[in-house]
């Protein structure tokens, strides 16, 4: 059963529909809560809706269950995960609309604050 959640929610990463992936890992963890793979995967998923801490926090429970179970080649996997949990790829990163999207709704927000000298 892991097996198949693992590979439905590798294909839901794949999609772009990582709140999806979540929410399918999260039950395959529930049932296999010592599967590091599952865990690795929810990290993958929970960072590409761009909670990196919790990714974080997901990656270092994944590569505690790797070292307990000696799986080397997942160990190494989630060591450089976690080093490079910041990285956004070109791919993952915000478009222009969404970037010019962010800043109105930040000077927005800041000049109902009060704050209206920009430059």
């Known amino acids: 059963m892991s097996k198949k959640i693992l590979q439905v929610g590798r294909t839901l990463l794949q999609q772009k529909k990582g709140a999806a992936a979540i929410r399918y890992l999260y039950h395959g963890i529930r049932h296999d809560p010592d599967n590091a793979d599952l865990f690795s ?10 909670e990196y801490e919790i990714a974080l926090r997901i990656y270092r429970k994944a590569l505690h269950l790797a070292r307990a179970q000696g799986n080397e080649s997942l160990i190494k996997e989630l060591s450089e995960k976690i080093e490079n949990v910041f990285v956004v790829s070109p791919a993952d990163a915000p478009s222009g609309p ?11 927000m800041l000049s109902q ?4 000298d920009w430059f």
Do not use: P
């Open 113 to 116: 604050l009060g704050k209206r």
């Open 98 to 108: 969404q970037i010019g999207f962010f800043i109105r709704s930040l000077m927005k």
């Open 41 to 50: 995967c929810l990290g993958d998923a929970i960072k590409q809706i761009t």
